[in-house]
């Protein structure tokens, strides 16, 4: 029973490279997220994907590029990493958007990536 | 546009001791109310919803209250044990802005004591 399985878990990078953290989900949910945790400032969202084939920004999409390969997959790129995007990156996904009445958006979180940029 | 303020941690409790996590929230349509619960390495966890005004969620002995008249969805507990030691997020989620995606608050540290 994965759920959201994100690689890698831990990631030291230098100043300038680029990476791509994977997420991927095995319950056949519509929507999926990025979001990046920071001390005190809780979760912020990154991306998001609606559906397959659509995806929008967030409150912090600057510096960041995301990939809807498939229903299952959605992909968080740096391209250039900075010491600011030194923090831990949380992939989750839902059955829906919150545009439908129930349970269908509850959200379900994988263990996260922590990412230092040096 | 929408928010959540949650009381600022850390708390600490003794084993047993009573647990309340103030939540209140600022939406302009009719949201949808939620904790999610973070245990040490872990992602989010869902631990209790409501979807509307005076609905109770309710699991593993945590408890919140819709409350539309205060804006407020306070987590209680009545005794806490050491396994609730954990970050406590509460979240919105509202239909008819924000393109219905969810947001958090800041998050309160619990930590509970033998």
């Known amino acids: 029973n994965a759920g959201v399985t994100q690689t890698p878990k831990f990631q030291v990078l230098k100043t300038g490279q680029s990476m791509t953290l994977q997420c991927a989900q095995d319950?056949?949910?519509?929507?999926m997220y990025w979001y990046r945790q920071d001390p005190g400032m809780g979760l912020r969202l990154i991306y998001y994907s609606a559906s397959e084939g659509t995806t929008d920004k967030g409150e912090v999409p600057n510096g960041y590029n995301v990939s809807r390969l498939n229903k299952r997959e959605f992909s968080l790129r740096l391209e250039s990493a900075a010491p600011s995007q030194t923090s831990v990156y949380f992939c989750?996904?839902?059955?829906?958007?919150?545009?439908?009445?129930?349970?269908?958006?509850?959200?379900?979180f994988g263990a996260g990536t922590r990412l230092s940029v040096l | 546009g929408d928010s959540v303020t949650q009381m600022e941690g850390p708390v600490t409790l003794s084993e047993e001791a009573f647990l309340t996590i103030n939540c209140t929230y600022t939406a302009t349509g009719y949201p949808s109310l939620f904790w999610y619960v973070q245990y040490p390495g872990e992602g989010l966890q869902l631990l209790l919803k409501a979807t509307k005004a005076d609905d109770k969620g309710s699991n593993k002995g945590f408890e919140a209250t819709y409350r539309k008249e205060t804006t407020s969805f306070h987590l209680e507990k009545g005794s806490v044990q050491v396994s609730d030691s954990a970050v406590y997020f509460c979240a919105l989620s509202d239909r008819l802005t924000n393109a219905g995606k969810s947001t958090f608050g800041d998050g309160t540290t619990l930590t509970v004591k033998p």
């Open positions: 319950m056949n949910h519509n929507s």
């Open positions: 989750a996904s839902s059955e829906e958007l919150a545009t439908s009445k129930g349970a269908k958006n509850i959200q379900y």
